[in-house]
């Protein structure tokens, strides 16, 4: 026998799943989506205001998610949440609410803002480092909500004078503020099977007191070094106060942004625009001269010429001074240090000849007395500086020659001259002279070639030299320089001609040799 009651639960359960099947399927399955806080409910229809009942336990369930409880909070949710679907049967209403995670949490700092600054990050997955690539980008964010000015009347006279782009220079300056952040909050962190998002807040209050702690550590270094420059200058200490003054600005790179103001003497003064000023105002009296009326130096004879470094009349001991030719094609040393004296010796290792009057330049470079990154907002400040020069003329002189040369045909002395006038404008060309008297000369260029007849075939006839090139001091009588090439052919129709090019080959494989 059936029970009745059995019965009546078997067709109340029946019926519920008919039901059910009729109903969609976000209905029957919570649909998945990791970027939203979902919520579906469902009101009957028979009680009072459904569609409020059921719409106000969506967003409470969603404010639960985000720890939202106190009623005013709720209330402020509910106008940002979204009715996606909606369902009704004669007896039910089913809705479909969302809110987007990531909406929420920027919507949320924003509403900070003003305590807060406030940074968001996001990267996807299949990027390779995407965490720390989304975690720059919400201190980009950050940085960029801090202001950026420069205060002080040198760098923007700077900026506007070398031709830097603001712009640039100003991000510079947010690197270096992004460095320095601390005390940044994480406040969520979101990521789904291919994207990861970060939410970073840091505290304007907080924010400020670090700033006047690393502005008042980096005024005092920057004063530390800037007295210990003073002190350096009044002792005639030149190349160590250039130094001290550097540091000193370069203590106030990552606070260029603010106003850094100070008192001396009962003035108020910028700390960068003071340093920049002293140092300019040292560069300005260091004086570069030269002692020697006229500057000459003989081809190919090492030489030097000396300088004078003052500061104030006095001279300098250990100032670095760089040398460029700026005409000519003697090689002169990059740079010399001054002496106890103030005296600084250029030297020319190999003066040369073949441009006679040669343009040297001297000139300090205050960069080769710090250690500066290339990319620092430093640079350009140090850049602008008017540094000391001189510019001076120094005369190569070419040699004195005398010429011999014997030229022989089959070991008989030709009448003509081949190789020797050959050589000869080799020598003039490179700025020396050649002097009928071998007593009033410097050097001796003696040459002996000898050339023979070679083997002929189809009309033609070759002929060989062989021939040496010496050089010799005339006063010692020392050999200086030799140089041989054997068997250098010519080739004609006549004996003539073949060992006419044979001499002028050979003269310009010896040339060859003097240029090796």
Same mark, same amino acid.
């Given at each position: 026998?059936?029970?009745?009651? +059995?019965?009546?639960?078997?067709?109340?359960?029946?019926?519920?799943?008919?039901?059910?099947?009729?109903?969609?399927?976000?209905?029957?399955?919570?649909?998945?989506?990791?970027?939203?806080?979902?919520?579906?409910?469902?009101?009957?229809?028979?009680?009072?205001?459904?569609?409020?009942?059921?719409?106000?336990?969506?967003?409470?369930?969603?404010?639960?998610?985000?720890?939202?409880?106190?009623?005013?909070?709720?209330?402020?949710?509910?106008?940002?949440?979204?009715?996606?679907?909606?369902?009704?049967?004669?007896?039910?209403?089913?809705?479909?609410?969302?809110?987007?995670?990531?909406?929420?949490?920027?919507?949320?700092?924003?509403?900070?803002?003003?305590?807060?600054?406030?940074?968001?990050?996001?990267?996807?997955?299949?990027?390779?480092?995407?965490? #720390? $690539?989304?975690?720059?980008?919400?201190? +980009?964010?950050?940085?960029?909500?801090?202001?950026?000015?420069?205060?002080?009347?040198?760098?923007?006279?700077?900026? #506007?004078?070398?031709?830097?782009?603001?712009?640039?220079?100003?991000?510079?300056?947010?690197?270096?503020?992004?460095?320095?952040?601390?005390?940044?909050?994480?406040?969520?962190?979101?990521?789904?099977?291919?994207?990861?998002?970060?939410?970073?807040?840091?505290?304007?209050?907080?924010?400020?007191?670090?700033?006047?702690?690393?502005?008042?550590?980096?005024?005092?270094?920057?004063?530390?070094?800037?007295?210990?420059?003073?002190?350096?200058?009044?002792?005639?200490?030149?190349?160590?106060?250039?130094?001290?003054?550097?540091?000193?600005?370069?203590?106030?790179?990552?606070?260029?942004? =603010?106003?850094?103001?100070?008192?001396?003497?009962?003035?108020?003064?910028?700390?960068?625009?003071?340093?920049?000023?002293?140092?300019?105002?040292?560069?300005?009296?260091?004086?570069?001269?030269?002692?020697?009326?006229?500057?000459?130096?003989?081809?190919?004879?090492?030489?030097?010429?000396?300088?004078?470094?003052?500061?104030?009349?006095?001279?300098?001991?250990?100032?670095?001074?760089?040398?460029?030719?700026?005409?000519?094609?003697?090689?002169?040393?990059?740079?010399?240090?001054?002496?106890?004296?103030?005296?600084?010796?250029?030297?020319?290792?190999?003066?040369?000849?073949?441009?006679?009057?040669?343009?040297?330049?001297?000139?300090?470079?205050?960069?080769?007395?710090?250690?500066?990154?290339?990319?620092?907002?430093?640079?350009?400040?140090?850049?602008?500086?008017?540094?000391?020069?001189?510019?001076?003329?120094?005369?190569?002189?070419?040699?004195?020659?005398?010429?011999?040369?014997?030229?022989?045909?089959?070991?008989?002395?030709?009448?003509?001259?081949?190789?020797?006038?050959? $050589? =000869?404008?080799?020598?003039?060309?490179?700025?020396?002279?050649?002097?009928?008297?071998?007593?009033?000369?410097?050097?001796?260029?003696?040459?002996?070639?000898?050339?023979?007849?070679?083997?002929?075939?189809?009309?033609?006839?070759?002929?060989?030299?062989?021939?040496?090139?010496?050089?010799?001091?005339?006063?010692?009588?020392? #050999?200086?320089?030799?140089?041989?090439?054997?068997?250098?052919?010519?080739?004609?129709?006549?004996?003539?001609?073949?060992?006419?090019?044979?001499?002028?080959?050979?003269?310009?494989?010896?040339?060859?040799?003097?240029?090796?």
């Amino acid at each position: 026998m059936i029970n009745k009651k +059995s019965l009546l639960i078997s067709m109340m359960i029946g019926l519920c799943l008919t039901l059910l099947a009729k109903k969609p399927d976000w209905i029957m399955e919570k649909p998945l989506n990791p970027e939203y806080v979902i919520s579906i409910e469902m009101s009957h229809k028979s009680e009072e205001n459904y569609r409020e009942l059921v719409h106000q336990t969506a967003v409470i369930n969603i404010a639960e998610f985000f720890e939202i409880t106190d009623s005013l909070s709720i209330q402020k949710l509910s106008p940002k949440i979204e009715i996606v679907k909606e369902w009704e049967s004669k007896k039910e209403y089913w809705i479909y609410c969302r809110l987007s995670k990531l909406e929420f949490y920027r919507n949320m700092l924003i509403e900070q803002s003003d305590d807060y600054y406030i940074g968001f990050g996001e990267c996807s997955k299949t990027t390779p480092d995407y965490l #720390e $690539i989304a975690k720059q980008k919400a201190l +980009s964010e950050i940085s960029s909500q801090i202001n950026v000015a420069v205060s002080g009347e040198v760098v923007n006279r700077v900026i #506007e004078q070398s031709g830097i782009v603001k712009e640039d220079f100003f991000s510079q300056i947010q690197m270096k503020t992004q460095s320095q952040l601390e005390g940044i909050e994480v406040v969520k962190i979101l990521e789904t099977d291919d994207r990861y998002w970060i939410f970073y807040k840091l505290s304007k209050q907080l924010y400020e007191a670090q700033q006047q702690k690393i502005i008042s550590d980096a005024i005092e270094h920057s004063l530390d070094f800037y007295n210990e420059a003073k002190s350096d200058e009044n002792k005639n200490k030149i190349a160590s106060a250039i130094s001290n003054y550097i540091k000193s600005l370069q203590e106030l790179e990552h606070v260029l942004n =603010k106003p850094l103001i100070i008192e001396i003497s009962n003035e108020d003064i910028y700390l960068d625009n003071k340093i920049y000023t002293s140092l300019q105002n040292l560069l300005s009296s260091i004086k570069l001269e030269t002692n020697q009326e006229k500057l000459v130096l003989k081809s190919g004879k090492p030489g030097k010429v000396i300088l004078l470094s003052t500061f104030n009349n006095k001279p300098i001991e250990n100032l670095k001074i760089n040398f460029i030719t700026e005409k000519g094609s003697s090689e002169v040393s990059d740079y010399s240090i001054s002496d106890a004296n103030g005296e600084v010796i250029l030297l020319f290792p190999d003066p040369k000849s073949d441009v006679q009057l040669h343009f040297i330049k001297g000139f300090i470079n205050v960069n080769d007395y710090c250690e500066i990154d290339s990319l620092s907002i430093i640079v350009p400040i140090i850049n602008s500086l008017i540094n000391p020069e001189i510019r001076f003329e120094v005369l190569v002189e070419g040699l004195s020659f005398y010429m011999e040369s014997v030229e022989k045909v089959e070991n008989v002395e030709s009448k003509g001259k081949i190789i020797e006038p050959i $050589i =000869k404008d080799y020598f003039i060309s490179k700025g020396h002279k050649f002097v009928v008297d071998k007593n009033s000369a410097e050097l001796l260029v003696r040459i002996v070639a000898n050339s023979a007849k070679g083997s002929g075939a189809m009309g033609f006839i070759t002929s060989t030299t062989n021939a040496t090139l010496s050089i010799v001091e005339v006063e010692s009588s020392n #050999e200086i320089l030799k140089k041989t090439v054997n068997r250098i052919k010519g080739v004609s129709n006549n004996i003539e001609g073949a060992t006419n090019k044979s001499f002028e080959k050979a003269a310009r494989k010896l040339i060859e040799e003097l240029e090796y």
